[in-house]
């Protein structure tokens, strides 16, 4: 049976780099007899706001219920929309009433990519980070008092529950237990904030008790955000908050060389609702329109949504071409001038739609 794919591309690169996901994931399709029905959607975008006045039609959940995956690019383009609108009107929405509880976010120095950090190879940066999705501090409580007077006050509250903080924990204890090196580091802030933070770091203890095999570290996220590029090569699952797993997730692939390959799935583990994968990136507006936004995050997300969809070996067989490609090096690949290449998106993500087919 067809998997029915919900596509939206968004704004600015998010247009550009999904013909080339979608490119590749229909050449993984037909090499292993997969089929696909990919319907396209120009909600969730900016321009749809302006149009529109809202960032959803108002049948947007039920409309993409009845998808087996959403494929999405970029959102965001703050001249035309404040980000807080365009955000809060679309992705931030999708992962909360999908119940994407998990974002799984791979980090991996791939072969033939420069690391900034000195001397470092493939195999020295490979690890996940697991950001929790739905809550924390992003949890869009509080509000504004005394307005436009001297006293102001702003509060918005962070909300962690036992359910939330124990569902992701879980799905990083189970995803440290599927790795060689059985590691889990947690990311926490206990020394400065007294009450969630120190109750995260409880619940850790409490899960780690079921998973005698794991090895657990706790850092504090500043000096963890120090070893990351210290010591990139500690570490294997890092779960973490909904804020602390969003900064931890550009840090780590700048440690790979660009954030432009990093992808995301935007998990719910019982399949009630779709998931959603999208690249780590935004839209980039400083570089929209020029036709040089790597794709590979893109690409790298529909091979993470094949597997999610149950095909491991085309899901394998994405990444190989590009983990081929990237060898080749900027001299004989098309690679994007954040890989130090002359290549363009559309170049690029043929080169890998090719190494696929051969
Ligand atoms: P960004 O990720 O869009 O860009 C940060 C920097 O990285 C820019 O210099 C950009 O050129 C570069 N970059 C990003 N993706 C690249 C790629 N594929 N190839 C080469 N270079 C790339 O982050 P930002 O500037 O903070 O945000 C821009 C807009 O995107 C904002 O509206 C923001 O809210 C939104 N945003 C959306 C998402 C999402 O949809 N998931 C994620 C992050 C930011
Ligand atoms: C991401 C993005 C989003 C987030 C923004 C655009 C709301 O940075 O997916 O990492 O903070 O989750
Ligand atoms: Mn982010």
Redesign the pocket.
């Known amino acids: 049976m067809a998997h029915r794919i919900a596509a939206i591309a ?1 704004d ?3 247009t550009e ?1 999904m013909p080339e996901g979608l490119r590749v994931l229909e050449a993984a399709a037909k090499r292993f007899g997969i089929e696909l029905e990919v319907e396209h959607f120009d909600f969730a975008s900016c321009d749809y706001y302006l149009e529109h006045g809202q960032m959803l039609p108002d049948d947007w959940f039920d409309t993409l219920s009845s998808f087996d995956a959403i494929f999405f690019g ?5 001249e035309k929309v404040p ?1 807080h609108i ?2 809060w009107g679309s ?1 931030l929405q999708f992962r909360r009433a999908f119940d994407q509880y998990i974002n799984l976010r791979p980090c991996r120095l791939m072969p033939g990519i420069k690391s900034p950090l000195a001397d470092r190879q493939p195999g020295d940066i490979d690890f996940y980070v697991v950001r929790e999705n739905t809550e924390g501090e992003y949890s869009s409580v509080g509000g504004k008092m005394f307005e436009g007077t001297e006293r102001e006050v702003v509060i918005q509250d962070t909300v962690m529950t036992r359910v939330g903080i124990d569902r992701v924990l879980k799905y990083a204890f189970e995803l440290a237990s599927k790795r060689p090196r059985h590691s889990l580091t947690s990311a926490t802030k206990s020394n400065g904030i007294s009450i969630t933070m120190p109750y995260w770091d409880e619940r850790v203890k409490a899960m780690a008790k079921h998973y005698p095999d794991i090895t657990v570290d706790q850092f504090h996220i500043d000096i963890l955000t120090a070893n990351f590029v210290l010591h990139p090569d500690w570490f294997d699952v890092v779960v973490a908050s909904n804020l602390f797993g969003d900064i931890l997730s550009d840090l780590g692939p700048a440690c790979t060389g ?3 390959v990093a992808p995301s799935a935007n998990i719910n583990p019982e399949g009630k609702y779709p998931s959603l994968f ?10 929209a329109g020029k036709g ?4 590979i ?1 893109q690409i790298w997300c529909g091979a993470m949504m094949l597997e999610h969809l149950g095909h491991e070996e085309a899901s394998k067989a994405i990444v190989n071409a590009i983990e081929h490609v990237l060898a080749a090096g900027p001299e004989q690949a098309p690679l ?1 001038p ?1 890989l130090k290449g002359q290549g363009t998106t559309q170049t690029l993500g043929k080169a890998i739609a090719e190494a696929l087919e051969s």
């Open positions: 968004g600015g690169i998010g780099v970029a959102v965001g383009w703050p980000d365009s955000l992705l660009t954030i432009g999208e690249p780590v990136h935004g839209s980039a507006p400083d570089i040089i936004a790597n794709p995050g994007t954040d």
